[in-house]
């Protein structure tokens, strides 16, 4: 993209978000977890393959029926995983967001998972982790999510997180005194100036001279708080030096005070301090990511999900004991919780989340991928624009959400490795369905489609044939 088209088109930060994501080649999800009928035994038995479904996969599908048995053999396949990593095929599907709370309360309760980490910023995350631990000022959890009120305000700011992070504020209060609560984070590095913000006034509250030192490297971006772009293209224009050096710097500072004895600190003080090492690096990868929109560089794409498998890293080793790793289950779409290796995406993009994760963790990371059908979505018409409730086309034959449609199956859990010669059974590779913050019903097929190797792009599956929107909260 020509760089007086981004300049055109960058002028806030709801757009910005826009071209990132195109940048980043993130092809946003589609998808709506169902309500449908289910056709199997009670709990989670395997599914009877009806008389006319050509593709026999129902021995490796479990149903979904609402029990509480629902997810037991996924719980089964992730055994002592360290990493969780839970997708979904829109940015606006409540039943995803619903079926990832359940999966995740269960992780938690019955697993020791130690965190949450979304596809969010990690300021606006920051305000529901003091929530949640019972650190900050707000009095309910919507309160908590008041930062997330820039477009898409309606990923995070919906009664489905709003409900996941009241429980999580009530089950840490449960917690026995001296144990470790739950935490919630970020792993997204779009918002500079909130992390800049947040750094300062956590070093204030640590160390006064470091604030200071702080904020004189931060004047580095003066004038251009409010749209990094802005920032970036000065650069290109070499009317600027670059913050790069000094943003580093700053980094390099956070990490030699970190890696010192803490011992002598309490948990507050210690999460200040991993906090203000976190903002430290958004904005040192968000600066060379902003700049990178005008280098002409094929990199940022990896460096954004460089930077969030860094961030999901640096949260497991948070948490981690003597003998005990830390666990964490991410939220995320599928575009990023997927091995991209698997996808023809991953020809053209850098490795993603998932792809990552696999190749640093092996099987201590259980990636999970949702599907849906048809029925309706929160999603804008274009970037920057409201949300609004759209219809969500069935979906094409040819692709999963269509086979998995046409099993008369409903609503169900696939574990592909449980099935011999998956890919053979599931006639791979087929279309996959990815519908975002946008949603662009009449060119479908060109906008939302990809082909992908489902059976080796995910662990598991979880289909849910007919889905609802989710329902954003009042702004």
């Excluded at 997927?338 to 201590?364: C, F, I, M, V, Y």
């Amino acid at each position: 993209m020509e760089n007086s088209r981004l300049t055109e088109i960058l002028s806030n930060r709801a757009m910005r978000l826009l071209v990132l994501l195109l940048l980043a080649a993130v092809i946003v999800a589609a998808a709506v977890l169902s309500r449908g009928s289910i056709r199997s035994k009670e709990g989670s038995a395997r599914l009877t393959r009806p008389a006319d479904n050509t593709v026999d996969f129902a021995s490796a599908a479990y149903g979904i029926s609402g029990n509480d048995a629902d997810y037991d053999p996924l719980m089964r396949l992730i055994g002592d995983a360290q990493f969780v990593l839970l997708g979904e095929a829109s940015h606006g599907t409540h039943e995803f967001y619903r079926e990832r709370a359940r999966i995740t309360q269960r992780l938690i309760e019955e697993k020791g998972f130690n965190a949450i980490a979304i596809e969010g910023d990690w300021a606006d995350a920051e305000r529901v982790d003091q929530f949640v631990r019972g650190r900050g000022v707000d009095r309910t959890a919507e309160q908590a999510l008041g930062n997330f009120r820039d477009f898409p305000q309606w990923m995070w700011a919906n009664t489905d997180i709003r409900d996941l992070v009241q429980w999580l504020q009530s089950y840490n209060a449960g917690l026995n005194p001296g144990t470790s609560k739950i935490g919630f984070y970020g792993l997204d590095f779009y918002d500079l100036s909130g992390s800049a913000q947040a750094l300062i006034q956590t070093l204030t509250t640590i160390d006064a001279e470091a604030a200071d030192r702080a904020r004189n490297r931060l004047r580095c971006f003066e004038g251009f708080e409010e749209d990094p772009t802005t920032y970036a293209a000065a650069v290109a224009r070499d009317e600027i030096s670059s913050c790069a050096t000094p943003m580093q710097e700053q980094l390099d500072e956070l990490h030699q005070r970190a890696s010192q004895p803490i011992q002598h600190l309490n948990s507050a003080s210690r999460e200040q301090l991993f906090g203000a090492l976190q903002h430290a690096r958004v904005i040192r990868n968000a600066e060379e990511f902003y700049r990178t929109l005008y280098s002409g560089s094929s990199s940022r794409g990896n460096l954004r999900d460089q930077h969030m498998a860094d961030a999901l890293d640096a949260i497991a080793a948070h948490f981690a004991a003597p003998g005990k790793p830390g666990k964490v289950v991410v939220w995320a779409h599928n575009t990023h919780t997927g091995d991209a290796r698997e996808t023809e995406l991953g020809e053209s993009w850098e490795p993603n989340l998932g792809q990552l994760a696999r190749q640093r963790h092996g099987r201590q990371a259980v990636l999970v991928g949702f599907t849906t059908h048809s029925g309706t979505v929160i999603a804008a018409p274009a970037w920057g624009e409201p949300g609004e409730l759209k219809a969500v086309v069935p979906a094409l034959e040819e692709s999963y959400s269509g086979l998995f449609h046409a099993s008369g199956l409903g609503n169900f859990l696939l574990l592909p490795g449980e099935l011999p010669a998956a890919g053979d059974v599931l006639g791979e590779p087929r279309l996959e369905r990815a519908i975002g913050v946008v949603y662009l019903p009449q060119s479908e097929r060109i906008s939302h489609y990809f082909r992908a190797h489902l059976s080796r792009q995910f662990d598991a599956v979880i289909h849910l044939d007919v889905t609802q929107a989710l329902e954003p909260l009042a702004q």
